[in-house]
């Protein structure tokens, strides 16, 4: 870098270079640090606190008004005389029924409950039974099945053969070999007609293990096919599941109800009731057994299960309908 240099004084006089200007460091301001709130965020916060109390006092007012404002008219309808849906008390139906049995030959179980599944009483309801014709019953509903499925035709022709008797109660086995029959026919003399052979040729035609099967799938878990065993409890649990769920359908359920209805063995739990009462039911019976179970469409509908083993059956024609009418008794004054 050139500097300037001073006028010489003579000539050979060396000036002196001008010495170099440094610029001056101006010193800078101290920032001030930035400030937590601005202009704005200050103003919101004051506008919250005065208008936060402001608030409170207006709402404070009106509700104090709205207390004594008259109610707007609503025009939704107001269900008056609720009553609560109660449980009935089955204690003393229980003491009857136990005095009723206590000294009859035999044993006796008995399982109630109401369609409605507000109430059940049982009494050796976990006792196993000989079921007897109580056992169509699953076998049945599997076949109502198949036709809600569309795998059987109801009016499916069948020939009675020879090897189909199996004696016992019904009428098929009346009908001369070679009589064409439908499926419908069959299980309708099942119903009706506790028939066994009807029993024989549908468990034929539905398979050797349908019967098991519909046990099985409706959890009738003290049911034994094989040794003709099971309870009131498992009975009354099909009738509430066939009445209350869609094991079959509407139209097949009304069919059912109508072959199990106005039966040939009218004499037990039907007997129990005044004769304008539906019962909905299935009899069965063995040396020493007799068995009755079903819907009992009384004012308040209930499902009845009376079975007996070892008895004295001339005993038990005239107990199971008395046992029959102290229920029905029983659920008018419910």
């Known amino acids: ?7 010489k004084k003579e000539e050979n006089e060396e000036l ?54 008259v109610p707007a008219k609503i025009n939704a309808p107001i269900i008056n005389n609720f009553v609560p849906l109660a449980t009935p ?8 029924l136990n005095n009723e ?51 059987i035709d ?8 020879y090897s189909d008797d199996e004696g016992g109660a019904g009428i098929l086995a009346s009908m001369a070999p070679g009589t064409v029959v439908t499926y419908k026919d069959i299980v309708q003399a099942m119903g009706k007609n506790s028939d066994n052979t009807g029993f024989q040729i549908m468990e034929n035609v539905l398979g050797q ?9 409706l959890n009738m878990n003290n049911t034994d096919f094989s040794q003709s065993e099971t309870t009131p409890y498992d009975i009354g649990s099909l009738f509430y599941q066939l009445n209350n769920t869609n094991l079959i359908s509407n139209s097949s359920k009304d069919e ?40 009992v469409y009384a004012a308040k509908p209930y499902i009845l299960v009376i079975m007996s083993k070892d008895i004295d059956e001339d005993q038990a024609d005239v107990e199971i309908p008395k046992i029959s009418k102290i229920v029905y008794d029983w659920s ?3």
């Open 101 to 151: 049995i206590s000294n009859l030959t035999g044993t006796y179980g008995i399982y109630l409950k109401s369609v409605d599944g507000s109430y059940s009483l049982g009494i050796n309801d976990n006792i196993e039974f000989d079921g007897a014709s109580l056992f169509k019953l699953p076998l049945m509903i599997a076949y109502y099945q198949a036709v809600d499925n569309g795998k």
């Open 154 to 161: 109801p009016q499916t022709s069948y020939t009675l053969k």
């Open 332 to 334: 008018t004054h419910e």
């Open 256 to 295: 059912f109800y109508s072959f199990l209805t106005n039966t040939d063995f009218e004499n037990l739990i039907p007997a129990g009731v005044p004769s304008n009462i539906k019962v909905v039911h299935k009899y069965g019976a063995d040396d020493g057994e007799l068995n009755d179970a079903g819907i």
């Open 89 to 96: 008390d089955t204690d003393e139906l229980n003491t009857t």
């Open 16 to 69: 002196d270079p001008i010495p170099e200007i440094k610029p001056v460091r101006r010193r800078k301001k101290k920032e001030e640090p930035p400030k937590p709130w601005g202009r704005i965020e200050r103003l919101i916060i004051f506008i919250f606190l005065i208008g936060l109390p402001v608030l409170s006092i207006i709402f404070f007012i009106k509700s104090k008004s709205s207390r004594t404002a």
């Open 1 to 7: 870098m050139n500097l300037p240099f001073r006028k």
């Open 209 to 217: 293990d349908a019967e098991t099967n519909e046990i099985s799938n």
